[in-house]
């Protein structure tokens, strides 16, 4: 009997094991970033289309033609296309750039050699299933990159508890979905923090790259160059800073002057020109507090105002040291970048995700100062709020006497345990509770992959995905 009860405890310590916990919790959320990864954003999505198209013409025709946001003039008109279908709700008119100077190219090259080899051929709109897989696996990246980052700050528990806050996000999992630039910038932006914070010198080599693959990314993907050159100037290693910051700007310039210079360098100028010159406003930081979400809708997900209010508290205690410095600096660079190219009134939602990540990161130095107790009172408003993100219209909103019931307990819970009940059952009763909330963080972000797109059109004609992952799934079983 004995024999058996040891078993049973070795099991349990295997399964709360820091590994087994990181494992799970990175199942988990592959899974909530891979199903029905084709509903949400929709078919079809203007924005990721452009990097389609983008790289499925630069491979056949060596020129990149796709849609724009910006005015060119008639002279760059290369046709007016018909995409999607009238079945699937998918149906519309673009018109198609020639050259196309928005973005360099290797998010186009990204997407258009991946969407060519499935046989998909300019002008052709993929199923957004077949566009995202490539998305899904950097997801992936991201996700090992941030918990290597957290796991060389914080001790065990603080980072698996940061990890797991942003690994199944539900406004992170539907931002690391999309297919745009920030997603690839971001993975790079994470491995040069890495490198940074770990202090290894012997791989400071491929620092360059990183900068300058984030630029031929997005050019806000100067971020990680901003960065590199924070790091090395706060060490005062001028050499390094020189040395880097040259490096990584010769770097893109040899993969991209040349490519641009083939397409029109007059051309390429007067288009960046209008395009540099938005209408910037002073209230960016206040819109990016009022826009909750990394996409077009406003989406109250509470984890968003975690990752801002915490992230920015952590920043402002975190302990004096050479990484803390770099996180603070690093993620005033990336709101200032933010604040300096980002539209007022009219920021798209995934501009804010290098920010935000950054921001992730520092959560755990306010929650290495925290209680478990505290932890789990921040996780019951956070998984309360949650229940609302998916409104199906037969419940819409919860009743007065349910909610209130509910909010009451919120402080009537902690209350009673720490009044009435003894030191030693309130320590066993705040794991209970921690457990208990983190499931539920969990199945809320598994419910909202899956209900979000049927709630979203339950009344209203929405594109409908031509390939699904269920349809995908069977298929395989088969």
Not at 202 to 222: E, Q, R, S, V
Not at 264 to 271: D, K, Q, R, S, Y
Request: aromatic share 16%.
């Amino acid at each position: 009997m004995e024999g058996w009860i040891m078993a049973g405890r070795n099991i349990l310590k295997l399964f709360f094991s820091k590994k087994s916990l990181v494992i799970f919790i990175t199942v988990l959320a592959f899974f909530a970033r891979f199903w029905k990864i084709e509903f949400v954003p929709f078919q079809n999505d203007a924005d990721e289309l452009a990097f389609v198209f983008a790289g499925q013409s630069l491979i056949e025709e060596g020129v990149p033609i796709s849609w724009s946001s910006f005015e060119y003039d008639d002279t760059y008109i290369y046709s007016n296309e018909e995409i999607g279908d009238p079945e699937f709700n998918t149906d519309g008119t673009i018109t198609l750039i020639k050259p196309w100077f928005d973005h360099p190219y290797l998010l186009s090259l990204i997407e258009g050699a991946w969407t060519e080899a499935l046989g998909y051929r300019f002008p052709s709109t993929p199923p957004s299933l077949i566009l995202r897989l490539p998305m899904l696996a950097i997801a992936m990246i991201t996700l090992f990159l941030f918990w290597k980052i957290v796991s060389e700050l914080y001790s065990e528990r603080t980072a698996v508890i940061t990890y797991f806050l942003f690994a199944l996000s539900p406004s992170i999992i539907l931002g690391q979905r999309m297919v745009i630039g920030e997603n690839i910038v971001v993975p790079l932006l994470l491995a040069a923090v890495l490198i940074l914070v770990k202090q290894k010198e012997k791989y400071y080599g491929y620092l360059p790259f990183l900068a300058a693959a984030a630029l031929l990314a997005k050019m806000t993907g100067i971020i990680v160059l901003l960065v590199l050159g924070l790091a090395f100037l706060l060490k005062r290693d001028w050499k390094r800073l020189v040395t880097v910051v040259a490096s990584s700007l010769l770097l893109f310039l040899v993969f991209y002057l040349p490519f641009v210079y083939s397409l029109g360098w007059n051309e390429f100028i007067a288009i960046t020109s209008k395009q540099s010159f938005r209408l910037l406003g002073w209230v960016n930081p206040a819109f990016i507090m009022a826009t909750p979400g990394f996409h077009h809708y406003l989406f109250y997900d509470l984890s968003y105002y975690v990752f801002l209010f915490l992230g920015i508290a952590g920043l402002l205690v975190a302990p004096k040291n050479k990484q803390a410095l770099l996180l603070q600096f690093a993620s005033l660079g990336a709101l200032l970048l933010l604040w300096s190219t980002s539209a007022e009134q009219d920021a798209l939602g995934w501009y804010k995700l290098p920010f935000f990540t950054l921001l992730a990161i520092s959560v755990g130095y306010v929650l290495e100062k925290l209680s478990l107790a505290v932890i789990a009172m921040l996780g019951s408003l956070v998984v309360t709020n949650n229940f609302g993100l998916v409104r199906f219209v037969e419940h819409p909103y919860p009743t007065t006497e349910k909610l209130r019931l509910v909010v009451s307990s919120l402080v009537l819970i902690p209350v009673i345990g720490y009044v009435f009940m003894s030191k030693q059952f309130q320590k066993k009763f705040v794991y209970v509770a921690i457990a208990i909330i983190g499931s539920v963080y969990a199945v809320q972000s598994l419910y909202l992959a899956d209900s979000f797109y049927d709630a979203q059109c339950q009344h209203i004609k929405c594109p409908i995905p031509t390939i699904t992952t269920t349809v995908l799934l069977k298929e395989f079983i088969r």
